[in-house]
């Protein structure tokens, strides 16, 4: 084994690791990633929704992961293992095995992620279901959007000095998705 090789292999996993702890400790809002492609031309890449389905993977929320990415949900962990022998491999310091059946398979895989991407973002019905649901918009920026800025803002600062209720109408609670604090209808 190559000292060098294992320190890499080390640094790769330790920074995927301390993503993963972020993102479970955090929520998926701290991380400053965005699709560049959804912002840009608002499709779906075959990745979007990836974070959000770990996310939920996380605590054990399958069903809520598949349906934000299906296919990254199962290709990401077979991918995962089938990259473990070539890793070993090469920690190792073995020339990579020259099998043409993991290039037919690969060549496969990247037909089915490439299909993924252009059927999740075709307008009918059974389509539409494998885009990730559109992320939840709290009630700040509903308050935002019909009173404007300054009224949502106030309400939200109001209710949190009240420690999190303003009257029993208005509750502050933090959504664990996006890690932003949320405005709520109270119960009075």
């Known amino acids: 084994m190559r000292p060098a ?9 330790a920074c995927g690791l301390t993503a993963l702890i972020w993102l479970a400790s955090r929520g998926v809002g701290s ?3 965005r699709c560049v492609l959804h912002d840009v031309t608002g499709l779906h890449c075959p990745g979007c929704g990836m974070t959000r389905a770990t996310y939920a993977a996380m605590h054990g929320e399958f069903g809520r992961a598949f349906r934000f990415n299906p ?44 299909a993924f991407g252009i059927l999740r973002n075709l307008p009918w019905k059974p389509f539409q279901w494998l885009a990730p649901p559109a992320e ?8 935002r959007d019909v009173f404007g800025q300054k009224v949502g803002l106030k309400i939200h600062a109001l209710a949190n000095l009240a420690g999190g209720e303003v ?21 009075g």
């Open 136 to 143: 939840p918009v709290s009630t700040s920026e509903q308050f």
């Open 31 to 33: 991380l400053p990633m």
């Open 71 to 114: 296919l990254g949900v199962v290709l990401l962990p077979v991918a995962l293992l089938a990259m473990a022998p070539g890793v070993w491999r090469w920690l190792h310091n073995l020339p990579p095995r020259p099998e043409r059946r993991w290039a037919r398979l690969g060549a496969i895989l990247a037909g089915l992620v490439i």
């Open 167 to 187: 009257g029993g109408l208005v509750r502050v609670g933090d959504d664990p998705e996006t890690g932003q604090g949320v405005l709520e209808a109270g119960n």
């Open 5 to 13: 090789r294992a320190l890499i292999l080390a640094g790769v996993l």
